[in-house]
Each structure stands twice: as structure tokens, then as C-alpha cells.
């Protein structure tokens, strides 16, 4: 089945320490992105990948980390966790390398910084 | 700068109704256009995708039109179902690097 994963699904942290959320896609897309989903502040982009070794920021870059150096997997690292990021957070991945054509998103991680 | 407004914010109808979800954005110079879907614990789910060049798309019971100059797009859903119910999302595309422009979404529930 064509998807995309994440994993963990839900995570209670505390402030400071070290997690990696991973994002995997098995459709050999080239386009990967990272989004967060706040109340009232909708879904906003953090960073996106177009090919293996090529990241690049989004909208809301501070706090992260991002690596591809594989094609399927795209994991978000967030190296210093504080209660500010406490979100919904959603991987996607698209075909092409510009990203211009449908998006399909993972189930999202629940995120808790306490 | 590029906002995308959804209104309304939350609509309730009984089983069968047609209805239409609205979708407005500021800037035209839009690649395309994508609604989606969210149900709670399960992600987004693309529904439709509209390029900029074109007016509307279908599949099934949805459709979508674009009206790029008005900054304007409406989906359509026929004879709804219990099973519709979810938070629909549209997203404008602004082209080179993907990114996507979320509304804030419309939360729909239908009553059987």
C-alpha cells in the first residue's frame, strides 16, 4: 500500500531533551515536507526536501533539523525541545521534485513538551 | 503575502443534502489548488487537485471549481453521507519549493 509513516505516533517529552520524529514513504517520491498544525494558526510549513542531500527551510525553521540521505526517509530532529512546540506534526511527500503536484501526508505525531 | 480563508467554519446538515464548502485566497499567482480531507487520528487525505489553467475537477460525488481571477474556490459535495463528516481543507500551491497555504478549514457534520 502506498503510504506515508511516522512514527511515534503520539510522545509526551520533557523541554531539552533530544527527539527525532521519523517520516518514511514507500511511492519513490522525490518532493518530502514537514508540517506543524496549531489551533487558529492552521498548518505551517518547516522545512522540505527536494531530492537526497537537498533541504531547505519553510516557514517556521527555528527549533529543527531535518536530513535526507535517502530518498524514503526525511526525519524531523528537534534538538532541544521547548513547550512552544508542543504540536500536531505532519510529514508529506510528492512526486515530483518541485513539489507541484498532490501531496500525501502521513497520520501525524501528537507532540508534548512539557 | 498569501492568506487563505475558509468560511464557514463549521457547517451541520442532514443526510442527503448537496452542499457547498467555500474557499477564498488573496494572491492569484497560485500554482494550483488542493482540498483535502482530515479526519482526527488518521492525517490528510488529498481529494482533489486543481492546476491554476484549469476551472474544475471531479471525482465521485466532489467537485471543485476554480475561479483563479476572483481568488475564489468552491467544492461541492452531492448527496452527503454520515460518512463525509470531517474537516475539509483547501490549499493553495505557490509553485517552486511545494509549499502549501492551508485555510483554516471547515468542519462538517452530517446528521443521519
Known amino acids: 500500500e502506498a503510504q506515508v509513516t511516522q512514527n511515534p505516533r503520539y510522545l509526551i517529552t520533557v523541554t531539552g531533551k533530544k527527539l527525532t520524529v521519523t517520516c518514511s514513504q514507500n511511492m519513490n517520491h522525490e518532493y518530502m515536507s514537514w508540517y506543524r498544525q496549531d489551533p487558529g494558526l492552521g498548518l505551517r510549513q518547516i522545512y522540505y526536501s527536494m531530492n537526497v542531500e537537498v533541504t531547505d527551510k519553510g516557514d517556521v525553521p527555528e527549533g529543527y533539523k531535518v536530513s535526507r540521505k535517502e530518498k524514503r526517509n526525511f526525519p524531523l530532529i528537534l534538538e532541544s525541545p521547548s513547550p512552544n512546540q508542543t504540536s500536531l506534526y505532519f510529514c508529506?511527500?510528492?512526486?515530483?521534485?518541485?513539489?507541484?503536484?498532490?501531496?500525501?501526508f502521513g497520520p501525524g505525531t501528537r507532540l508534548t513538551v512539557l | 503575502k498569501q492568506e487563505v480563508t475558509q468560511i464557514p467554519a463549521a457547517l451541520s446538515v442532514p443526510e442527503g443534502e448537496n452542499l457547498v464548502l467555500n474557499c477564498s485566497f488573496t494572491?492569484?499567482?497560485?500554482?494550483?489548488l488542493q482540498w483535502f480531507r482530515q479526519d482526527p487520528g488518521k492525517g490528510l487525505t488529498s481529494l482533489l487537485l486543481i492546476q491554476s489553467s484549469q476551472r474544475e475537477q471531479t471525482s465521485g460525488r466532489l467537485n471543485a471549481s476554480l475561479d483563479k481571477s476572483s481568488g475564489r474556490s468552491t467544492l461541492y459535495i452531492a448527496a452527503s453521507q454520515p460518512g463525509d463528516s470531517a474537516t475539509y481543507l483547501c490549499?493553495?500551491?505557490?509553485?517552486?519549493?511545494?509549499?502549501?497555504?492551508f485555510g483554516q478549514g471547515t468542519e462538517l457534520s452530517v446528521k443521519p
Open positions: 508529506a511527500s510528492s512526486l515530483s521534485t518541485s513539489g507541484i503536484d498532490t501531496q500525501y
Open positions: 494572491d492569484s499567482a497560485i500554482y494550483n
Open positions: 490549499a493553495v500551491c505557490l509553485g517552486w519549493r511545494g509549499k502549501l497555504i
